[in-house]
Every structure is written in C-alpha cells, then in structure tokens.
C-alpha cells in the first residue's frame, strides 16, 4: 500500500463549465499533488460568458457532505468559495468549528467573473461574524475586501488598511489580490502582523476565468502538505501566474486557466 497522500477539501459551487469553482480547484489540488475531495453548495449553469441560472444547496445536504467526507478521508486543509446564502454560510461555519478545522482558507467569493451576484448582503454579513474568524487566511479581491471592511479598496494603500481591518475583524492573515488593479498585479499579504507585497508583471490579454478560485485552492493545497502558509502564498501566486500564462479559449467567451498537471 502506498503511503498516504495529503488530503484538501473544496466546498464550494459547481462550474458547469468548469472554468471556476469545485471543478477549478479540484484540477489545481490535483496538479500540485494533493487528493482532494469536494462539498457542492450550489450548482451553477455556466459558461464562459455568463452564468446562467444558480440553485443553492440545503443547508443540511450541504453539512451531510462536510461530515461525510472530515468523518472518513478527512482533510488536511479546507477551502471554501461559492457559499450562495447566510443560512449554508453558517452551517459550514458550524461543520468546520465542530471538526476543529485550522487550516482554513476563505475566498469570500460575491460575485461571478460576469458580475452575477453569487452572495447576497445577509451572506456577506453572515460569513464576516461566522466564517472570517475560523479562517487561516481570507483572500478577497478588491471588490470582495471593500464589500467586507465597508470602505472602497482601489490602491495599494488601500489594500493594506482592508488587510489590516479583516484581521481585526477576525482572521489570522490575509492576501487582497490585485489582478483589477491597473499596471502590475500586486497582491498585499498580511501574515504574522507583517505586511509584503507580491509583485508580478501583468500578462496581456482578457483576463481568464477563474483566478481566484485557482489562487486560493494552491494555497490550500500547499498548506495540506505542511508547507509554511507565507511560502505557501508565494507557491499560489507563481502556480496561478503559470496558469494565466497557459490560459486557451474553451468557448466563446472568456478564456479558462491552463492548470496543468506537474507541481512546481
């Protein structure tokens, strides 16, 4: 029997098109060399130009499947994304508090690439009181940190002030990723009280689907396999700057991430 594999959860929406979501994340636990498993919270009819029609799971349904999967294979870190509404936010809430889950990393995820509203207000709400202060590490986009600290995040300074206030607020570190900002993609990390920046050269083109799903699924991933959670963040960055850099067009709309097969 071979040894055993480090194990990271997704729990997350379902990507018809599979650009994004459950589908993205379990292609990048697998090309960084963890065995992932998969809780849906919502089934989306989606493409690459748009989502098309979104029903959320029960809540119960939704504990069943965390419960299934942490009572048996369990996980050696979890990811959530796509939550779809308050009352799922707060039953994966419970679920992971109940099974003492640590290593947690939270794309608070509001809206679609398209602009759909994935989270509603309640949601958002919900998942700041209940959710934030189980996570290891939030990373929000610009929009997503301004709808979460309540002010508008545009630069790097302001960055930086909504990195700060979401640990104030209850999380243990923080990445507020920059690919919206103009010029260079600089994202701001906030682990252990020290801020950085990690800076990358923009790649020309439409932006590809799913980014932030892929981002914070490595860092899940390379927190399964015990690495350090600053390393683990630099290891995201330069996995999902090689995704980018793969990207291809798979329908008509905007183009999808090359995930790849081989961890580096």
């Known amino acids: 029997m071979t040894a055993r594999r480090a194990r990271a959860l997704t729990i997350a929406g379902s990507d018809s098109g599979a650009g994004a979501g459950v589908q993205a994340d379990l292609k990048t636990f697998a090309a960084r ?3 992932g498993t998969s809780v849906v919270t919502a089934v989306t009819a989606q493409d690459t130009r748009a989502v098309r029609a979104v029903a959320v799971m029960p809540p119960a349904l939704v504990r069943a499947q965390i419960d299934a999967v942490l009572d048996d294979i369990g996980a050696d870190a979890v990811k959530t994304g796509m939550l779809g509404g308050a009352a799922v936010v707060t039953a ?3 679920a ?9 990393v939270v794309d608070p995820v509001l809206r679609a690439s398209s602009g759909r509203a994935l989270l509603d207000a309640a949601g958002a709400r919900a998942l700041v009181r209940r959710l934030l202060p189980l996570a290891e590490v939030v990373t ?7 709808a979460l600290v309540g002010f508008p995040v545009v630069d790097v300074a302001s960055m930086e002030a ?12 923080v990445v507020v990723t920059g690919g919206h900002l103009a010029g260079d993609a600089i994202d701001v990390v906030l682990v252990d009280g020290v801020l950085t920046r990690l800076c990358a050269a923009r790649v020309g083109g439409p932006t590809p689907h799913g ?6 699924a490595a860092i899940a991933a390379e927190r399964a396999k015990g690495v350090s959670l600053a390393a683990a ?3 995201a960055k330069r996995y999902t700057l090689r995704c980018i850099r793969r990207a291809f067009r798979a329908g ?3 183009p999808v991430l090359g995930h790849g097969s081989t961890p580096g």
Do not use: K, M, Q
């Open 233 to 235: 963040i630099r290891s």
């Open 162 to 173: 909504a990195a700060r206030a979401l640990v104030r607020i209850g999380a243990r570190a």
């Open 140 to 146: 929000p986009n610009l929009a997503e940190a301004a």
């Open 211 to 216: 980014t932030g799903c892929t981002f914070a």
């Open 96 to 104: 992971l508090a109940a099974h003492r889950v640590r290593r947690l």
């Open 33 to 35: 060399g963890v065995y």
């Open 252 to 254: 008509g709309g905007r």
């Open 92 to 94: 994966v809430a419970a």
